[in-house]
């Protein structure tokens, strides 16, 4: 080596040798190769061999490797093309493959899940950091990323500058301008008022002199709807009014207080009380009645953390709901009623107090305090994250839609978390906020029995569902389609049915998230309105001419697969392989 290439500081250093024992190499090797090796050998183990529930699906790693063409990939490729036309493929790729194979073994891993919860425990109390989903703030105050990213972003009117990073298989984006253009145009052919009302969320209250914090493009993207003949009611800065944070959002939610909610409800109906054609409802507001509840839950915040079951950080909330009675039928207000003149669309901000799989009471939401102040009931329809479009279509997909909105409605109360509206594309992407057009339709609805109905069908087709670890809430549905086989019990007329069914709960996995296209089962159904599973996050793809139904039991092979024969190929060629090591090894050493 020439004088040029030495190193400098090796001079005048002694030199020194580290000598480690053949046994404390042997030590570090078996230590390495076990923390490298344990888990993933482990878990296949478990998956292979550990008990499972009736009519969950064994899926064990090492065997779904191989196994392309898989119900993971087959649910991924489904996706894609529903985000982008121009994927015609039938089959799945490799690449599909292997993103389903690799998102399928982040979110079922057991011993990732503890990990993970683990190091985020220690980031939460030590050093106060979040992760993608939630921002750790100040004495304990949780706030929502994305809802962070809808005041700061690129927001809904400017185009992302473009990277190299960008997923060139990506369809364009189409941000929520031109499809509440679009919706309100719809509306007003049919002789109903759009009144869209942005719900300020936790981050925009949180400024200097209580003033409301708006995304720098608001102004301009309120004031294009509005020349359009659309109402944008901004109750923003009479809801705030100098009140604290504290009085209008729950501590480690995503959502208002009760008596933030009730404030909205008053603004809310007080302008629609306005409204010229207000007069002829014959509202009461003297007929419904109050009857308060104490409930207290840990707020869905610290569930995004990701903190496991058990965590100690983050004590329960409680507040004070009062649940609305209405006084002619001694039942809960009625928020279904279809013939209401008003139809209020809505989000999770009007299913807390609500729904009951929310955990924070039931019958005292937004829904129910805005037909008390009205005296008349609401029909609503609020469907938990998809108020930009799920909403929207649920409402134009009604059997006989078109009628009904033109002979009964009055005006559309279109009520979404703010931040939706202004999340840039790369966040709307993340979240799956999804803007798109919808048409209503005047057409008569098919196949539909008066009440439950039992039959037997094949599963033909399923509409992808997101990965329970990725989204904001905790359950979800799904549409899968049933070719009927035979009808045994009930008034069924149509040779298909669609047929809602369990993802996921508590972010877990269900067994009928397994279900595989070809399979026969036994049903017993009953029409889907009108079930407490309305309101629930929603994958639905599929024929919006079949009125849909809910599966109350299940009965059939659910796509259950036993332990094939590559299982035993895979163990046996790691088990080769470790012992051709070892003979190597003992060759070298009598050698």
Not at 111 to 116: H, I, K, L, T, V
Not at 273 to 301: I, M, T
Not at 358 to 370: N, S
Not at 385 to 409: C, F, H, I, W, Y
Request: hydrophobic content about 40%; overall charge negative.
């Amino acid at each position: 080596m020439s004088d040029e290439m030495k190193n400098p500081y090796e001079e005048g250093l002694p030199e020194e040798d580290v000598v480690v024992g053949r046994g404390l190499m042997w030590v570090f090797t078996v230590v390495f190769l076990l923390l490298i090796a344990g888990p993933p050998l482990s878990r296949n183990w478990e998956d292979a061999f550990g008990a499972i529930d009736e009519g969950e699906e064994r899926w064990v790693p090492v065997v779904e490797f191989f196994r392309f063409g898989s119900e993971d990939a087959q649910n991924l490729l489904k996706k894609k093309k529903t985000r982008d036309p121009s994927i015609t493929r039938e089959v799945p790729g490799l690449r599909d493959h292997f993103e389903a194979f690799e998102g399928k073994v982040e979110s079922d891993a057991g011993f990732a899940e503890a990990s993970r919860a683990a190091l985020q425990d220690v980031m939460v109390r030590v050093l106060r950091e979040g992760n993608r989903k939630t921002v750790v703030g100040e004495d304990g105050w949780l706030l929502y990323r994305p809802a962070v990213d809808a005041l700061t972003g690129m927001g809904p009117l400017r185009a992302e500058p473009k990277s190299v990073a960008d997923d060139p298989t990506l369809p364009p984006w189409e941000g929520p301008l031109e499809p509440i253009l679009a919706f309100g145009e719809q509306l007003k052919e049919m002789g109903v008022e759009l009144i869209l009302v942005p719900l300020p969320v936790k981050p925009m209250v949180m400024g200097e002199d209580g003033k409301v914090l708006w995304h720098a493009d608001a102004e301009r993207f309120y004031g294009m709807l509005r020349e359009s003949g659309i109402e944008v009611l901004d109750i923003a800065d009479e809801w705030v009014d100098g009140g604290e944070v504290g009085e209008l959002f729950l501590k480690q939610d995503t959502h208002w207080t009760p008596g933030g909610m009730e404030k909205a409800a008053d603004l809310v109906a007080g302008y629609l009380k306005g409204r010229p054609w207000y007069g002829e409802l014959d509202g009461d507001s003297g007929r419904f009645e109050f009857e308060e509840e104490k409930v207290a839950n840990v707020g869905d915040l610290v569930g995004n953390l990701g903190l496991g079951e058990g965590q100690g950080i983050f004590a329960e909330e409680a507040v004070m709901v009062r649940r609305v009675i209405d006084g002619e039928t001694g039942e809960v207000v009625d928020l279904e009623d279809e013939d209401s003149p008003i139809v209020l669309l809505g989000d999770s901000f009007t299913n807390i107090y609500r729904e009951e799989g929310m955990d924070w009471g039931t019958g005292a939401g937004f829904g129910e305090h805005l037909a008390a102040r009205l005296g008349i009931p609401l029909d609503v329809i609020a469907i938990n994250g998809q108020a930009s479009t799920g909403v929207r279509e649920r409402l134009a997909n009604r059997p006989g839609s078109e009628g009904e909105m033109r002979d009964k409605k009055k005006a559309v109360v279109w009520t979404i978390a703010a931040r939706d509206l202004f999340l840039g594309e790369s966040a709307a992407r993340e979240t799956e906020v999804e803007w798109g057009e919808v048409a209503f339709k005047d057409r008569k609805s098919g196949g539909v029995g008066a009440g439950p109905v039992k039959l037997r069908g094949k599963l033909d087709r399923k509409s992808p569902f997101p990965d329970p670890a990725t989204v904001t809430y905790k359950n979800a549905i799904y549409a899968a389609e049933y070719d009927v086989e035979e009808v045994i019990e009930g008034d069924y007329d149509g040779d298909r049915v669609k047929v809602f069914l369990w993802a996921f709960k508590d972010r877990k996995l269900q067994p009928s998230a397994g279900y595989e296209e070809g399979a026969e089962h036994e049903l017993v159904l009953v029409p889907f309105d009108g079930t407490p599973y309305t309101s629930e996050q929603q994958s639905d793809d599929g024929d919006f001419l079949l009125v849909p139904y809910w599966a109350e039991e299940v009965v059939g092979d659910g796509g259950k697969k036993e332990v094939p024969l590559g299982f035993w190929v895979a163990v046996a060629g790691i088990l080769g392989f470790c012992g051709v090591g070892r003979w190597w090894e003992w060759r070298g050493r009598s050698g």
